[in-house]
């Protein structure tokens, strides 16, 4: 490790002052969150079906997100790193805002008539819908959404309670007692997140399953958490802060993550997508008829035109955009070292990320006859962001900006690549 990082840094590198911009933007940005859903709910009136799609699109971009950052404190704790103690906070500040999402998910139940009416009101002639009542009901459904946002929200206020009591107390076995609960806290994520994507997204078409349809929208939670850290802590440095404590190490490391994330997301979808036109049957190849060709629906048949439609432009983007082009462009080192370069990767893959969440949800929609935005798509996703982002602000604006007394804060930063 090298010697030329400071060993301690200064309180006013790390907290926000008085009179500082950050104060100003809870209230403006969910100020500006509550316009967005007061449209939306306005549009809603003339427009159920597209509100619902597009409320669910907004909601899952940013708790996937959230449950990214869950997920990086869960490992970090289990794995007992160093290196990322200067950015942790980062990351603890946006899963603290998981609570906001128990919340977010109430409009949901609205929408469920227009998201999951296959199965809601399945003929009794359907037997893979019969076959499947037990787990696809709506008093059930329902309770699971609020089964695992709950969790989620409990997890994340029990690591972001420790860390920052631990700020005071200095307390060791604060840290120790985090450590312990990453274990059993992984597989409780894994769990929970498999099958909210299992019920939120895949159950849209009961006739459709993937069995790695988790790991997949795991993948998206991973690559929009570390996009997201490279651009708050950055954000953070140009606005004073975090001066000392995160340095280019800092930003090379979440550069290597978000593009070995960005490979394992290429990974399971192409494994997913070669497994499905190599047996070419029907029933499995239907998620990705409607994603390509112009379909309707007779019955509980798919009927496939073969007419290209325009969602085929959307997934040849999706491809190309997603992988292709972050692949060679945050592959080199010198790349990951440029905050500058790093932060317009970490832009693409988070605009990427939205395209990969809208393109999952919205060819479910009967009502969408090919691919076209809304206004709807907009002011969900304003309303939804807003608050999230409003809320990240808030707390941090309340904490320190670095877990203060971890024990392993000096090795962080010290920390250097080789």
């Not at 997920?71 to 990351?91: D, H, P, Y």
């Not at 469920?112 to 819908?129: G, N, R, T």
């Not at 120790?176 to 078409?205: C, K, L």
């Not at 085929?312 to 945050?330: D, K, R, Y």
């Amino acid at each position: 490790m090298s010697e030329h990082q400071p060993a301690t840094i200064n309180d006013s590198d790390i907290r926000v002052p008085d009179g500082h911009a950050w104060n100003k933007l809870p209230a403006i940005l969910g100020g500006v969150g509550l316009i967005g859903l007061a449209a939306s709910f306005v549009l809603r009136g003339e427009h159920p079906e597209q509100f619902s799609f597009s409320y669910l699109v907004a909601f899952l971009y940013f708790l996937s997100i959230a449950l990214g950052g869950l997920f990086f404190i869960l490992i970090n704790f289990a794995s007992k790193a160093g290196w990322s103690i200067s950015v942790r906070r980062v990351a603890e500040n946006v899963m603290a805002t998981l609570p906001l999402f128990v919340l977010l998910a109430v409009p949901l139940f609205l929408g469920f008539e227009h998201l999951y009416h296959h199965w809601l009101h399945a003929s009794v002639e359907d037997v893979v819908v019969q076959g499947k009542k037990a787990w696809l009901n709506k008093s059930f459904f329902s309770v699971r959404t609020m089964v695992y946002v709950v969790i989620w929200a409990l997890l994340g206020l029990f690591y972001y309670s420790r860390s920052v009591k631990q700020d005071q107390s200095g307390e060791p076995k604060l840290t120790e007692a985090m450590q312990n609960m990453s274990y059993p806290g992984i597989a409780i994520f894994a769990i929970t997140t498999s099958f909210a994507a299992f019920d939120w997204i895949m159950s849209m078409d009961p006739h459709w399953y993937s069995t790695i349809y988790g790991v997949y929208f795991f993948a998206g939670c991973l690559i929009g958490i570390f996009a997201t850290m490279i651009l708050l802590t950055l954000l953070a440095k140009q606005s004073g802060l975090l001066k000392q404590a995160v340095n280019l190490e800092h930003f090379h490391d979440l550069g290597k993550l978000l593009f070995a994330f960005t490979v394992f997301w290429a990974y399971i979808a192409f494994s997913q997508f070669m497994l499905y036109w190599y047996g070419n049957i029907p029933e499995e190849t239907a998620f990705f008829a409607k994603r390509w060709y112009v379909v309707h629906h007779e019955g509980t048949a798919l009927i496939n035109t073969f007419q290209t439609s325009s969602w085929a432009t959307i997934s040849v983007i999706l491809g190309v955009g997603h992988f292709v082009v972050p692949f060679f462009f945050l592959m080199p080192r010198t790349i990951k070292r440029k905050p500058a370069f790093l932060a317009f990767g970490a832009i693409w893959m988070l605009a990427m990320h939205l395209v990969d969440i809208y393109w999952l949800v919205m060819p479910e929609n009967p009502h969408m006859h090919g691919f076209h935005l809304t206004l709807l798509d907009l002011t969900t996703w304003v309303g939804v962001g807003g608050l999230f982002l409003g809320a990240f602000f808030w707390v941090a604006r309340r904490q320190a900006l670095v877990p203060l007394k971890d024990p392993r804060l000096p090795e962080s930063l010290r920390f250097e690549n080789f």
